[in-house]
């Protein structure tokens, strides 16, 4: 907290105050009666150092001490209460003035007395802790005391050892004030830490009692509130006993599937009430122990007979134990049965399939021990000290497996408290637990008739009175079991038949909830049905369903983690999902959502809203993978067109090249003709030539000759270039590719670009030559292109490299430049149709594209490396005569390769 805050507050200064106060005068009454008890003390120092003025100083002492033991005594008056500030500083003064005087009165400057004056300023800071104030004038008021007894006296040669005596007075005046302060503000702290602690403690004990407040107004309410639950609850169930019991035989099985399922969620209700209202009775003091006559023997077969029919169910023997010795006891039977029905359902709720629950009674000494032992799941020992806390839960999470709300063995604790014993559990995770109750043993007078042990069965209408009724009533609920039968929990195996329903999944590890889910909305869905989180996911892979219903709290997976599963496939990110919980604040709502949900219904919720919010999701969908497949559709339609386009673009393209170099081809060809008719005349006149300029004139002619056969080459491969009606493929040399391209190109790579070739020995591509060269020809002008593009620095030169390799059975053809490179966002774009970054006019964008349908057709790959800036580098990859290529992987952190 902020010193200047907390200062402003009136409160917190009062309460400094009255600390300081109580502070300086125990310090003051402390430091008076140090001067009482040690000046009179120093006449011994006196009898050696001065004993011609030892009388003269022992009345000073003396006086000194009177004058003390009076401060002492006014410390304790109202008068030095008040003004305690008033009072240090003579403390200190009187001695010091009393030294003073002694150094005056004997050697002065170079009197040894001057160390008392050290003291009382050591003692003003170990003492009496004033603050910086006061002990600023303590140090100025001691020091000119000393001038003062120094001065009269003073000589030249005293002046080393009145500086000496001066300089570590002054000194120890600073170490007395530097500690002051220190000590000080630690103490302003310590103070305020302990004022804010007592500010907390105070505020605690406040909320405490407004806790406890809290708490029996909570007990009251439950007390309340569940009494009034139990008179509508119990005007349910009446009516539907009577339906089932006096009707059953006229309903149909889907109508009494429903009776059955509102009546057994009901007995469940009301055994939760009546654990509550137990609750409340003991925390207001208000339960009583009854103890009657109990035959323990039939009491526990009794408690047996009433878990047999889950057990077999669960396919887990259930046996009873009781020693002859234990006979008859005196007992409170209905806690007693509540104590051994919950430690019994509990092990039968954590034991697996094939198990054994052993219930057994004995004596040992003056207790009577009952234990409940099972070869359950077992608990961990981290958890056996919460075990028995009201609320507890070993898994208290959406997802876990087994429910309830932590009431059950806490209210066996606490019934075996109330009636003087004790209770205590062994366990071993996947071995078993056994909980023992240690109850003080009393054996039930002679004569006293034992309570009969039976299990409650339903009265016949009209033949119990209402109060019989409802005793019978409350009994069967307190047997009611609460843990859903084996059939009911399995993981079911759908046979979804065919037909136009939409298909449902519903996910709810609640059986019940399951049953009537199902019942309600199977006349308009194929419904699937799932257990837990995980069969949730799994079957919406499996069926696709149309929507999804999830419950939010399941085992394996909760709804939440579901729905975020599920959301993540692939195949099943767009199936809409509505979640079902009992939670509906605004929290769950938003995590729901974000985790993938499409909506959320608070239980209880309305059959009719439901129906409407399925229907509503169903259709949403169902247009959704209309409009999903028409996208599709127009997708691979504008493909389609796009390839189209391409391919009539090239055709038309290839066409007209192929009229324009026919057109060329035919001028070319005549002036050709007439200047080989030319050459044959002029070596036919050579003749006619002086004899030494015939080997001048024979070399201009052979130059002649090279130049025409040239142009008859350039013409050849244009007419072969621009015709692909031959399709023919063969073993290509790629050296005359090579070759072949860079002749097109000579015009803009001669004495421009410096080219390095390095070919493989006969190395040859399984394709057409022409469009080989189409391919090679486009690559290197791309090449050219990017090198114009790029300002070169000072010593750097512009460079291609054509390189040609076998590498693992595949013939590679590499064309690498040190051009301005490919930016990084335009790799994965450059061989689509018509995507070019030249500027209008200067491209179309189709040439890499021709590159890859061609590589393409040959069954090659063509990988792109680039750093933007620095080079790009395009590799051809063919199998050897037409081998089947693989996939390359990526080269570098800025290639991309191009699948074909």
């Given at each position: 907290m902020d010193d200047k805050l907390i200062?402003?507050?009136?409160?917190?200064?009062?309460?400094?105050?009255?600390?300081e106060r109580e502070e300086r005068i125990?310090?003051?009454?402390?430091?008076?009666?140090?001067?009482?008890?040690?000046?009179?003390?120093?006449?011994v120092l006196d009898y050696f150092v001065y004993p011609a003025k030892l009388k003269l100083f022992l009345f000073v002492r003396l006086l000194c001490s009177a004058l003390a033991a009076l401060l002492w005594y006014l410390h304790k008056t109202d008068v030095g209460i008040k003004h305690y500030r008033l009072l240090g500083l003579p403390i200190a003064l009187l001695p010091a003035a009393a030294i003073s005087w002694m150094i005056y009165a004997t050697e002065g400057p170079v009197s040894p007395y001057y160390a008392g004056l050290n003291l009382i300023l050591l003692a003003i800071s170990v003492v009496v802790r004033w603050n910086v104030r006061e002990s600023l004038l303590a140090c100025a008021a001691v020091m000119l005391m000393y001038?003062?007894?120094?001065?009269?006296?003073?000589?030249?040669?005293?002046?080393?050892t009145f500086v000496n005596n001066f300089y570590f007075l002054g000194l120890t005046g600073i170490i007395m004030i530097a500690g002051n302060y220190l000590f000080n503000r630690l103490r302003f702290r310590e103070f305020v830490l302990r004022y804010e602690l007592n500010q907390n403690r105070a505020q605690l004990e406040?909320?405490?009692?407004?806790?406890?407040?809290?708490d029996e107004a909570k007990g009251r309410f439950f007390a309340n509130i569940s009494h009034e639950l139990r008179t509508p609850l119990t005007l349910l169930l009446a009516p539907l006993e009577s339906l089932l019991n006096r009707f059953k035989s006229s309903f149909d099985e889907e109508t009494r599937n429903l009776l059955v399922t509102m009546h057994s969620n009901g007995m469940r209700l009301l055994k939760l009430i009546n654990d509550l209202l137990d609750l409340v009775r003991l925390e207001s003091g208000r339960?009583?122990?009854?103890?009657?006559?109990?035959?323990?023997?039939d009491f526990l077969k009794g408690m047996a007979s009433a878990a047999r029919q889950m057990a077999n169910d669960k396919r887990i023997t259930l046996e009873t134990h009781v020693d002859p010795a234990v006979g008859r006891v005196m007992a409170d039977r209905d806690k007693l049965e509540k104590m051994i029905l919950n430690l019994q359902f509990n092990a039968l709720k954590f034991t697996p399939a094939g198990g054994r629950i052993e219930l057994r009674a004995e004596i040992a000494g003056d207790e009577l021990v009952l234990s409940v032992k099972d070869t359950g799941m077992g608990i961990s020992e981290q958890n056996l000290a919460n075990l028995f806390s009201r609320f507890w839960q070993a898994d208290d999470s959406s997802r876990r497996k087994y429910q309830g709300v932590g009431i059950g063995l806490a209210l066996v604790k606490e019934f075996t408290e109330l009636q003087g014993g004790t209770v205590s559990v062994q366990s071993e995770l996947s071995k078993g637990s056994t909980f023992t109750i240690r109850l003080p043993y009393e054996v039930a007078p002679e004569g006293a008739t034992a309570v009969e042990s039976e299990v409650a069965v339903v009265p016949a209408a009209g033949t119990a009175s209402n109060e019989e009724w409802l005793t019978n009533l409350y009994r069967r609920a307190e047997l009611f079991p609460g843990v859903a039968a084996v059939q009911d929990s399995v993981r079911r195996v759908e046979n979804v038949r065919n037909g136009n329903l939409p298909k449902l999944l519903v996910a709810d590890d609640e059986p019940d909830m399951l049953r009537f889910l199902k019942s309600q909305l199977s006349s308009h869905y194929q419904v699937i049905e799932a257990v837990d989180g995980q069969q949730a996911v799994e079957k919406a892979s499996q069926f696709l369903p149309d929507v999804i219903l999830l419950d939010m709290m399941m085992p394996e997976k909760d709804g939440l983690q579901a729905c975020k599963e599920i959301h993540e496939r692939a195949a099943t990110q767009t199936i809409p999902i509505i979640l079902l919980t009992a939670r509906a604040d605004e929290e769950t709502k938003l995590k729901a959502l974000s985790m993938g949900a499409s909506d959320f219904l608070p239980k209880p919720f309305s059959t009719t809203e439901l129906h409407v919010r399925i229907k509503n999701l169903v259709e949403s969908y169902s247009y959704q993978r209309k409009l999903s497949k028409q996208n599709t559709v127009l997708e691979n339609t504008i493909e389609q067109l796009k390839e189209t386009e391409t391919q009539l673009v090239q055709t038309e393209k290839l066409a007209s090249l192929g009229r324009m170099s026919a057109g060329i081809i035919h001028e070319i060809n005549n002036p050709l003709n007439f200047a080989t008719t030319g050459l044959y005349t002029l070596r036919n006149k050579v003749r006619f030539i002086a004899p030494e300029e015939q080997e001048e004139y024979a070399e201009i002619l052979k130059d002649v000759e090279e130049g025409i056969k040239r142009v008859k080459t350039i013409v050849s491969d244009l007419r072969s270039f621009s015709h692909f009606e031959n399709e023919q493929m063969e073993q290509v040399e790629v050296a005359d590719l090579v070759t072949a391209s860079l002749r097109f190109l000579s015009h803009q790579l001669k004495d421009q670009i410096q080219i390095e070739?390095?070919?493989?020995?006969?190395?040859?591509?399984?394709?057409?030559?022409?469009?080989?060269?189409?391919?090679?020809?486009?690559l290197i002008q791309n090449s050219v292109d990017a090198?114009?593009?790029k300002s070169f620095g000072d010593g750097e030169k512009p460079w291609l490299t054509i390189e040609g390799r076998i590498e693992r059975g595949r013939t590679m053809l590499v064309v690498r430049d040190n051009g301005e490179g490919i930016e990084p966002q335009n790799l994965d774009k450059i061989f689509d149709p018509f995507f070019t970054t030249k500027d209008v006019g200067e491209g179309m964008g189709l040439g890499l594209s021709i590159c890859y349908r061609i590589v393409q057709e040959y069954d090659g790959l063509i990988r792109v490396r680039s750093e933007h800036g620095q080079y790009c580098e395009f590799t051809l990859d063919f199998p050897l005569k037409g081998e089947p290529a693989s996939q390359s992987s990526q080269e570098g952190h800025t290639s991309y390769a191009k699948p074909v």
């Open positions: 200062l402003s507050d009136p409160e917190f200064r009062a309460a400094l105050l009255s600390n125990s310090t003051g009454k402390l430091a008076s009666a140090l001067v009482v008890f040690l000046m009179p003390l120093g006449v001038l003062a007894a120094a001065l009269p006296s003073f000589s030249q040669p005293q002046l080393g406040e909320n405490n009692q407004k806790l406890k407040q809290l339960m009583v122990v009854k103890r009657e006559p109990l035959g323990m023997s070739q390095r070919i493989a020995e006969h190395q040859t591509i399984w394709a057409n030559k022409n469009k080989m060269i189409n391919v090679l020809v486009n090198i114009e593009r």
